[in-house]
């Protein structure tokens, strides 16, 4: 099956700075996710976005698919951001959405 | 009512109880899903359900019995579970691409089941 390497595991930032997250993923998808879980466990979608680049406020996502990779834009974070973040995707040929490890973000005041 | 719902948000139970999870999702798709989330670790999926009928089942242990009567409800129904089941059970449902207009399968996620096992 597919596999999904997030980077880093574990980040640890002050309120305000920026911070990439990255995504890599094995095979051509046409499913690509990323999801903040909080500390209660809900999965928040942020972005459905299999290839190109998308925005929402202080988020932003680009996914370069013939490369085989993604990456997610946290700028001016905040305390609230702290979480895990999860990219999820579907192999073209498949029919599930496989999860990688997930990145630890931890936002100081 | 928001997308997607779970009850209970917590359960503790014996091993030998015997408990179901719920889950309704109030966003007219057409394919449900359970996956388990054990600490420290990612999502596993668990079952698919599309259109009612069970399309995946990832190799889950038979204590777990999943039941979808009908697009917009699951279950999941537990009976002689053992410790090491404690986990956040999620459940998501999502639109089929080759149904209807939609032109995303994004999954939506309820907000959880935290089962403690005893």
């Known amino acids: 099956g597919i596999q999904v390497e997030q980077s880093p595991p574990d980040l640890i930032l002050q309120e305000g700075a920026n911070s990439t997250l990255r995504c890599n993923f094995s095979?051509?998808?046409?499913?690509l996710q990323w999801f903040h879980q909080n500390p209660w466990g809900q999965l928040i979608n942020l972005f459905y976005i299999p290839s190109g680049t998308k925005q929402n406020g202080r988020l932003s996502a680009t996914t370069v698919a013939t490369e085989r990779y993604s990456l997610l834009y946290i700028s001016s974070s905040q305390t609230t951001d702290s979480g895990v973040y999860f990219c999820a995707v579907k192999e073209t040929s498949g029919s599930r959405l496989t999860f990688g490890e997930g990145t630890q973000l931890t936002v100081n005041p | 009512e928001t997308g997607v719902t779970q009850t209970p948000r917590h359960l503790v139970m014996g091993m030998t109880n015997k408990k179901s999870l719920k889950c309704e999702q109030h966003?007219?798709?057409?394919?449900m899903y359970w996956y388990k989330q054990s600490a420290k670790k990612p999502l596993e999926l668990m079952f698919v359900y599309n259109f009612k009928e069970q399309t995946e089942n990832n190799s889950v242990p038979s204590r777990f019995s999943p039941e979808c009567p009908n697009s917009s409800h699951l279950f999941l129904h537990l009976h002689t579970l053992q410790p090491e089941d404690s986990a956040l059970y999620l459940c998501a449902s999502s639109q089929d691409k080759s149904v209807g207009t939609s032109d995303t399968d994004t999954q939506y996620f309820g907000p959880g089941t935290r089962l403690t096992v005893l």
């Open positions: 966003l007219g798709h057409n394919a």
């Open positions: 095979d051509s998808v046409n499913n």
